[in-house]
C-alpha cells in the first residue's frame, strides 16, 4: 500500500507596514550591537547567526549593512517568527558582551529600548531584558575601543611592562596600567645603578649628568652627551613626580585613554634606552 505523501506547510505571518517600520527600527538597534558581517568569516554576526540557525536563504549583503540586517529580520519575522525571538534570546548576552570588550558598554536604556520596538512585534522579552546586569550610566572603568586596543600592539611595549600593564589597560584599568608601568620603570632602574632610593631621588642620582650610574649617550661630543644626559634625567624625574601623581591616587577617575596609551609608549621607551645603554657599556 502506497504511503500519501503529506506537504509540509509554512504558516507565513502577515507583515504589516506598521511591522515593517518596527523591523527597521529593530534592524537600526540589533545593527548596534551586532554587526552585519565581519572580517573574521565565524565572528559573531548576522550573517554568521544565519547560518548557524539554517536561515542562510534570508541573508542578502546588500552593501548597505542596515538594509541587509532589515531585509533579513523581515524575512525570519514573515516565515519563521519564533525562530526570530529565539535568535534575539539566545545571542542578547553574547552581543552584550562584545560591546563591552570593545569599549562601549549597553546601557540600561539602550536595553530597554530593544525591549519595545520587539513589543511592538508581539516578541516578548522584556522581563528577561530588566534581569540583565546594565548599568545606568556609563560605567568609568570600561575597554578602550578595539582600534586603540591594537594601537598599543604597535606600540611593542618593552618585555618588562607586558603582560601586566598591556592587560590593565585592555580591560579598562587606564590609570592602574600607567601607575604599574612607573613602578616597574622604577624597580628596573633601582636593579640596574644598585642604589636603593626611589621616586624623583633615584632619577637624580641615576642619570646625574656630572657622576651618572647609568650613562645614556657615548657621544664624543661632551656638550651634547651632558645634554643628553640631562634631558633623560629630567623626563624620568617628571615621570616620577608628574605622571605618578596623576594618576595614583585612588579616588581619582580614569585619566584619558589617549594620555594611558602615550605614557605607556614613553616609559617604554624609557626602558629601551637605559637597557641600550647598558648593552653598549
Known amino acids: 500500500m ?28 540589533l545593527g548596534e550591537i551586532i554587526p552585519a558581517t565581519s572580517i573574521n568569516k565565524t565572528g559573531f554576526c548576522f550573517a554568521t547567526l544565519a547560518k548557524e540557525y539554517k536561515l542562510k536563504k534570508y541573508w542578502e549583503n546588500k552593501g548597505q549593512k542596515k538594509e541587509s540586517i532589515a531585509n533579513f529580520l523581515k524575512q525570519v519575522y514573515k516565515n519563521h517568527p519564533r ?9 542578547l548576552s553574547r552581543a552584550i558582551e562584545r560591546r563591552h570588550k570593545n569599549g562601549n558598554p549597553i546601557l540600561r536604556k539602550e536595553a530597554d529600548n ?6 511592538k512585534l508581539c516578541i516578548d522579552l522584556r522581563k528577561e531584558i ?5 548599568p545606568t ?20 611595549l618593552h618585555p618588562i611592562l607586558l603582560p601586566d600593564c598591556k592587560k590593565l589597560f585592555i580591560e579598562g584599568h587606564l590609570n592602574e ?16 645603578s644598585g642604589l636603593t632610593l626611589m621616586g624623583t631621588n633615584l632619577m637624580e642620582q641615576v642619570f646625574n649628568e656630572k657622576n651618572p650610574k647609568i650613562e645614556i649617550s657615548k657621544d664624543t661630543d661632551h656638550r651634547r652627551k651632558e645634554g643628553l644626559q640631562e634631558g633623560f634625567k629630567d623626563i ?10 596623576y594618576v595614583s591616587h585612588g579616588d581619582e577617575k ?23 645603554s647598558k648593552e653598549n657599556i
Do not use: C
Open 2 to 29: 502506497k504511503k500519501k505523501l503529506v506537504k509540509k506547510t509554512i504558516n507565513r505571518k502577515m507583515v504589516s507596514a506598521s511591522d515593517i517600520q518596527n523591523i527597521r527600527v529593530l534592524a537600526e538597534q
Open 83 to 91: 525562530v526570530l525571538k529565539k535568535i534575539i534570546r539566545e545571542n
Open 114 to 119: 530593544l525591549g519595545v520596538t520587539l513589543f
Open 130 to 134: 530588566k534581569k540583565l546586569d546594565l
Open 137 to 156: 550610566d556609563r560605567p568609568s572603568i570600561v575597554p578602550p575601543k578595539i582600534e586603540v586596543q591594537k594601537a598599543l600592539d604597535v606600540l611593542s
Open 177 to 192: 596600567s600607567v601607575r604599574k608601568a612607573l613602578e616597574k620603570y622604577e624597580v628596573y632602574i633601582r636593579d640596574s
Open 236 to 245: 624620568s624625574r617628571g615621570a616620577m613626580e608628574y605622571w605618578r601623581n
Open 254 to 276: 580614569q585619566i584619558p585613554v589617549q594620555d594611558a596609551l602615550s605614557m605607556l609608549g614613553a616609559i617604554s621607551h624609557l626602558i629601551y634606552v637605559v637597557q641600550k
